[in-house]
Structure formats: structure tokens, C-alpha cells
């Protein structure tokens, strides 16, 4: 309606001419309203062409970022860059991918995960793994040239249990490699052993707890690191974190000065290792792990390997100070590379923005690749693949248990290995949902599962 329309109007109503006024005043007041509407409207439209001209916008920038990676990248990138490839540009570093890799494998820390990681990071990118001779233990705690695969005495990545030797390992491993582990909080760390390595069957009791208390009164324990390096049943459960990273019990118990013996040995591991990990921060140590290696997003996903369904606790201060005691060689090398851990995250400007990212995609990846949980070994989740997830080697790798990895890539590459006996280690070394001999053998390993995990959430494919 215009002001026309409305004055032919009120003229037709044949109204006094005070009321005629009176209305030519509602009226006014009418049409300032309609102006107001026009205007908020023009200023819809305005809004409207602003957000659809920002939306081309980013869709140009995507664009030109997926061009770029194919252009400058100085990683890998597949013919047809997708997503991943995308991300990996935001965060990108101008670094040489780390090719040769020494890892401390230490116990009851979050290792396995680790293991898996570079296991299928020399898979993806064919570097080789230096290996035991099939059938190997994967505990060996003194490494000799004699354990070692036939026709390999050198390789690309050492990831297995053994205590650290670093002559033997820095002569098996070409020039160039890095060091690193990953440690846990001590007290955490025993509980978690205690359980997994059944003590409870060696130190029966109602509880969980009175079995430690057992485990403390037997075998003159009071004695440990006093008067004696030896500690029957503490394999792999009193200070091993320590022990695996080269410790000698037998030199420190005998030492005049046993303060300065733990003192030269952590300023001497501090030299080592070129990267030390806290498990307590496991998604925050992959990340710096990522850009210290110069890695990629998907390098470092991972599925959770060998998590205790149930998880037993101790509540009594005595039992906890009493555990403490008892690792106070671990307690040391945890606090001491706790605090250079967070010193090298100080350093790393925009890590908890990458963090952010990351556990975004390893969640996205994680429901892709899983669909449920059952009982696995010994007690432990295991994960049932997705239909798509038993389609992609990155997904069915990370379902895989070191051991059964370990064990196939052996057969795979140990030239010693009978061919007739294949199919029984195949049979013997695969869980429902992983690996498989022929998977390990034949299996494409180009497909990005970020790229894959994240297909059907976006309408423009690159």
C-alpha cells in the first residue's frame, strides 16, 4: 500500500476534517513503520550476499589449498589430495620426514599404542623394521647379532621390547635416526603391571590390594636397592621403566654414591633420548611427536591397544606410599622428564590448536573404523571393525596386536621361514578383525582413512 492508495482512501470515507487530520496523522506513523520494514529488509538481502559472497570465498581457498599441497608439499600426497591433505597444509612445517627411528619400548606406559604407530608408519611409507628371527620373543632383554632376521642386520625402525643398548642399536639402525620412549606416572604404572602380569595369581588374597600388601611382606623386600639389586617377582613391574631404558640396579646398589650414580644416569639419558613422552598426556606427546618427526595427522592415529577392562585401584596411603618407595629409581626418571617434557611443548607455539585437530580426526577415524567392543586378550577391549573398516589396512593395522604385527611381518620377511609353514602362522597369529598373512602381503595401503572417514561430510570432493 502507498501513501496514494491510503490518501484516496481516507477521502472516500467522507470524514470530518478533524478526523480526516487525525487519521492523516495514524497514517504517517503507518508509513514510517513500512520504511522501517523496507529498510530491514534491504538489510536481509545485505546479510544474505555477505555470507553467500564468505562461503564462495572459503570454497576458493579450499580450493587453492588442495593446489598448493599438489605444488609445494614436501610430504607425500596422493595424485587427488583430499581432506587430510587439506588439514596437514594448515600445520604444515617446512621439515624432512624422519626416516630412521630408534623407540624405547617400556612397560605398562602406553608402548603398544606407540609400536602399532611405527609399525604401520614403515608399512605406509616401506621402511623396513629390524626384527628378530621368527619365531622371536618379543621380551629379549639383551639384544645380540645372533637374535637378529636373517639377511637384515640393519634396518629403517627399532619399536620392540629389549633394554636399551645404544651401541647395538645406533650399528643396526642407519645413520640419522632419533630416539625416543614414552614413561608413566610410577604408582600408575605398577598398578596397571600388577594386574595385567597376573601377580594376583602369584600373592592370592580377597582384594586386590591385600595382594599387594602380600606381594610387599614376601621375599625380603625391605632389602631391595639397599642391600640387594634383586627382586624376585618385580620383573617388568618395579622401576621397569627404568631397566628398560638401560639402567644398571647391580651398579647403583653398589655405588659409593648412589645419589650421584641416579644423577649421572638421568643427565646421560637426557643426551639419548632425543624425545621422551608422558603418558598422562598421550594425544598432547603424539603431537609433539608429529612435528618433532615431521610426521602427518595420519601417521599418529590410533585405536587403544590392550586397555584393562577392569581396572583394579588401591585407596590406602600406606599401600601407595609403599609402591612409591619401591619405584623411587622410576619416581626419579618420571619427574625428571616430566618437567623437560613441558618444556619442549613451551616451545612448540599453536601445539594446542593441533591437539584440538587431532583428537577431532582420531575420533572421526575411530568411528569409522569401529562399530563395538568385545573381551580380547587377556581381559582387555577389542574392537569390532566397521564393514568399511575391514576394508582399510590403516584401520584393520591399528585393530592389530603388536605381537601378531611383529610376528607376520617375520614370516613375511625372515627369508628363513619355510613357505610351507604360512598358513598355520597365519592361522596362529590372527585375532578376529586383524591382520591377516595375505593382508600383510598384498593389502593397498595408499587409501587415507581420514580422507575416507570424512567422505560423506562434505558436498565437494577434490
Not at 618379543?138 to 627399532?158: D, H, Q, S
Not at 619416581?331 to 616451545?347: G, M, P, Q, S
Amino acid at each position: 500500500m502507498t501513501y496514494r492508495d491510503i490518501e484516496h482512501w481516507v477521502e472516500s470515507l467522507d470524514l470530518p476534517v478533524k478526523s480526516s487530520q487525525n487519521f492523516r496523522m495514524y497514517e504517517r506513523s503507518l508509513n514510517q513503520i513500512l520504511q522501517v520494514l523496507r529498510r530491514i529488509k534491504c538489510l536481509t538481502y545485505g546479510m544474505f550476499l555477505i555470507t553467500f559472497t564468505t562461503l564462495i570465498l572459503y570454497l576458493v581457498r579450499d580450493v587453492m589449498t588442495v593446489h598448493l599441497i599438489s605444488q609445494q608439499a614436501s610430504f607425500p600426497v596422493r595424485r587427488r589430495p583430499g581432506f587430510a591433505a587439506a588439514i596437514q597444509m594448515e600445520f604444515h612445517r617446512e621439515c624432512t620426514p624422519q626416516q630412521n627411528i630408534i623407540f624405547t619400548k617400556t612397560h605398562k606406559t602406553g608402548s603398544s599404542t606407540i609400536t602399532n604407530i611405527l609399525l604401520r608408519y614403515g608399512e605406509v611409507h616401506n621402511k623396513t623394521q629390524l626384527l628378530y628371527k621368527y619365531p622371536s620373543s618379543t621380551e629379549y632383554k639383551k639384544l645380540v647379532p645372533e637374535r637378529l632376521m636373517t639377511g637384515r642386520p640393519t634396518a629403517n625402525i627399532f619399536a620392540q621390547h629389549a633394554n636399551f643398548d645404544h651401541d647395538f642399536l645406533t650399528s643396526h639402525i642407519y645413520n640419522t635416526s632419533k630416539t625416543f620412549t614414552i614413561l608413566r606416572s610410577p604408582v600408575s604404572q605398577f598398578l596397571s603391571a600388577f594386574s595385567f602380569f597376573e601377580k594376583t595369581a602369584l600373592y592370592p588374597a580377597e582384594t586386590f590390594e591385600e595382594s599387594i600388601k602380600l606381594f610387599f611382606k614376601s621375599h625380603g623386600h625391605d632389602k631391595y636397592l639397599t642391600e640387594s639389586w634383586f627382586c624376585k617377582n618385580c620383573g617388568m613391574l618395579v622401576n621397569a621403566n627404568s631397566v628398560d631404558m638401560g639402567f644398571d640396579l647391580e651398579g647403583y646398589v653398589k655405588s659409593a654414591d648412589r645419589d650421584q650414580f641416579l644423577s649421572d644416569f638421568l643427565e646421560k639419558a637426557t643426551r639419548t633420548w632425543d624425545l621422551v613422552l608422558i603418558t598422562e598426556y598421550f594425544d598432547l606427546s603424539l603431537v609433539l611427536l608429529k612435528r618433532r618427526f615431521c610426521l602427518q595427522f595420519e601417521d599418529i592415529l590410533y585405536l587403544r591397544s590392550l586397555e584393562r577392562i577392569k581396572k583394579e585401584t588401591v585407596e590406602e596411603p600406606y599401600t601407595l606410599a609403599k609402591i612409591a618407595e619401591m619405584q623411587k629409581l622410576d619416581i626419579a626418571l618420571y619427574e625428571h622428564f616430566n618437567a623437560t617434557f613441558w618444556r619442549e611443548v613451551e616451545k612448540e607455539e599453536g601445539i594446542f590448536e593441533e591437539l584440538a585437530i587431532f583428537q577431532k580426526l582420531n575420533k572421526q577415524v575411530q568411528s569409522f573404523c569401529v562399530q563395538g567392543s568385545r573381551v580380547g586378550y587377556q581381559g582387555t577391549y577389542a574392537n569390532v571393525l566397521s564393514p568399511e573398516g575391514r576394508e582399510n589396512f590403516q584401520c584393520i593395522a591399528m585393530n592389530t596386536r603388536c605381537l601378531n604385527f611383529i610376528r607376520l611381518m617375520e614370516a613375511r620377511d625372515d627369508t628363513a621361514v619355510p613357505r610351507s609353514d604360512i598358513p598355520r602362522i597365519s592361522e596362529d597369529y590372527t585375532d578376529p578383525d586383524s591382520l591377516n598373512y595375505n593382508q600383510i602381503v598384498h593389502m593397498d595401503r595408499t587409501e587415507n582413512v581420514i580422507d575416507l572417514a570424512y567422505k560423506n561430510r562434505f558436498r565437494f570432493n577434490f
